[in-house]
């Protein structure tokens, strides 16, 4: 493979000369944000399978006017969450809806686009978070394990993916509740994704059961398995998106490609 030829502005060097009103200076060369970008993305954990993810290839619905618009919608409302962020208001991005809705690709896609900013920021499916941060308890734990709970903190943006898939456990709330609550007070952004109900957020909690006539179920909320705190601290800090019921987004974008 041919070496990768320096860059013609700067010669490699990461600085430039520039001349304004007739004084010369040095200043960094674009290629620098460039390659930092890169290392970032690199850096982020993304998992193969959305490393492409953006918001210009989200697949949208073309045989159903009404999914289209709503989807677009969604669409709008998270492009201008990665347009206005940072948001000390809000600075957090939720997106709730049933399993194969899309929002793991738009979480991703939003994600990216502050990588290519020089924000940094890591993904993490939720079940494997809880796993490493219970592992880094053993001594025998590699490092990054040990680490996990620190990235979770600290992490300029912090995905969560599938938020709430794990049992619950008074260790599983506790932990939760103290990263959420953490990057909370901290106006730390958090990105996160769940497959579970919430009745503020226009979801349904209470449905006719499938199968006994006249007795209804009661779907598990996001309150149920994180824990009341952390829902209330979530919300708080989050611009919270509902996704609309359309088929299998797997299967929509394999359509289009």
Known sequence: MAAESPCPQCNGSGWKIVEREGISGAERCECVFGARARRLEENANIPP??????????????????????LSNVL????????EFPNEKRPGL??????????????????????????EGLFFDYQNLLDRIRSGYDIASNSTDREAYRFALESDILLL????????TDWVEDTVTSIITYRCNNRKPLIATTNLADPDAGSTVIEKSATIPGKVDYKITLADRIGPRARSRLFEMCRVVRMPLVEDYRLRKSMTV
Not at 99 to 118: D, E, F, Q, Y
Not at 161 to 168: E, I
């Open 76 to 83: 709008l409302t998270v492009k201008a969450f990665t347009r």
């Open 94 to 119: 939720l997106l709730i809806g049933d399993p194969g809705t899309g929002k793991t690709h738009l979480a991703v896609a939003a994600l990216r686009i502050l990588l290519s900013r020089g924000f």
């Open 161 to 168: 993916d599938d938020l709430g898939a794990h049992r619950v």
């Open 49 to 70: 399978l959305y490393k492409n993810a953006s918001l210009d290839n989200f697949a949208l619905p073309n045989d159903n006017p009404i999914a289209r618009r709503e």
